[in-house]
DNA sequence: GATTGCTTACGAATACAATCGTATAATATA
DNA sequence: TATATTATACGATTGTATTCGTAAGCAATC
């Protein structure tokens, strides 16, 4: 259903914190936010809202503070960024995404190994 | 200098197709923008003209008809925008991203050859 | 030289994103 | 209970992106 979901750049943003604790109340995301961001409560609050009415999150409004999850998928937002991004910066080639990606540093010993491991599955394809 | 110059959405798909021609006048763009866009000729024209406001084009006026040319680095923008996008797709793992981008479809095995000694010159490091 | 077609310039409308101030309700605390 | 704190709701403003209509110039063609 949600193909034409576009999270904007400070949805996205918030979306990403969401992500990462699973589910926050606004002053948990609003606290995050602030570190690299000056701006008032308000506008997380505000934002938060119409990213409720949109879809993007869920939340539970059963205690005063309310609650809220992220609803679109990480993975699908994954895909529709990569595959975006892949057409426009990198003239639809996904292996030269890949070796920019690596090279802007080097990963770690385990997740070399785990690359790896994906090529060699993909080789035997 | 350019550090803070952020080209939108449709700026950056005029911007890949610039990159791809290495230079092209506003109908040259818009044929290829029309095929993925339905907009007019002169909604092109415009926002060539103020990415050139901006900076991120440059054009040749000698002549009736322009010639417009990138002037944002395409690897300032690969680096930019991947650099957020594991920032805020990929909770800052830069191997999660290439394997999503691995995962998408099989590279070629030219392509799978050259990311692997990438990876060679890494383990060496 | 009038007509047609293609070009740029530019103003203006529209749409959407982002920000914040203020009101109001609920809760905690003095 | 009165006061301070913290929360949401929501209107309004501001900023920016996107879109297009119209005018005017130039060049080829009738």
Chains 1, 2 share one sequence.
Not at 2 to 26: F, G, M, Y
Not at 28 to 52: F, R, W
């Amino acid at each position: 259903m949600n193909k034409t979901i576009r999270p904007t750049e400070s949805e996205l943003d918030i979306l990403s914190i969401l992500w990462e604790k699973d589910s926050a109340t606004v002053r948990e995301v609003h606290e995050v936010v602030q570190k690299t961001k000056d701006v008032g409560y308000t506008t997380t609050l505000k934002l938060m809202q119409i990213m409720n009415e949109k879809g993007l999150v869920t939340r539970n409004v059963s205690s005063k503070t309310h609650i809220y999850t992220p609803s679109l998928n990480r993975e699908k937002a994954q895909e529709h960024f990569v595959g975006k991004m892949i057409q426009t910066l990198f003239s639809g080639s996904t292996s030269q995404l890949v070796m920019q990606a690596l090279g802007r540093q080097k990963p770690s010993d385990s997740d070399l190994a785990e690359i790896k491991s994906m090529i060699q599955k993909l080789e035997r394809k």
